[in-house]
């Protein structure tokens, strides 16, 4: 289960209007998805850095479009792609496109998360 206190935080930062919501990769061109969000707040933390691979793509740990494992291990989250209420994280970001606000009351929702 997801550690509760980085759950709210994420939720949070999901609501904060800080973030402004992309597709298909954690960060693009200044955009994220709801698990780049998470992502975003563990490198915070820690004070590190995303990596550039090119003009604008951007990953953690080698990782693009899926959570690097050092954030699945920090939030408690088992898979690289955690569903929510049933569905995989990145199906609500991308092929649903519900917004920041949308996704962060799922997550609020789902209580096996």
Not at 15 to 38: A, D, I, N, P
Request: proline share 3%; with cysteine; aromatic share 10%.
């Amino acid at each position: 289960m997801m550690n509760q206190e980085i759950k709210q935080r994420w939720i949070e930062a999901l609501r904060s209007g800080e973030y402004q919501q992309g597709k298909e990769s954690l960060f693009h061109c200044g955009k994220f998805c709801c698990l780049g969000v998470l992502t975003d707040l563990y490198i915070k933390e820690h004070g590190l850095q995303w990596k550039q691979d090119s003009a604008d793509l951007w990953s953690f740990e080698e990782e693009g479009g899926t959570l690097p494992r050092s954030v699945q291990q920090w939030s408690g989250i088992d898979f690289p792609n955690p569903t929510i209420l049933g569905d995989r994280a990145t199906d609500h970001n991308d092929n649903y496109h519900l917004s920041f606000n949308e996704i962060a009351a799922l997550i609020e929702e789902d209580k096996e998360l």
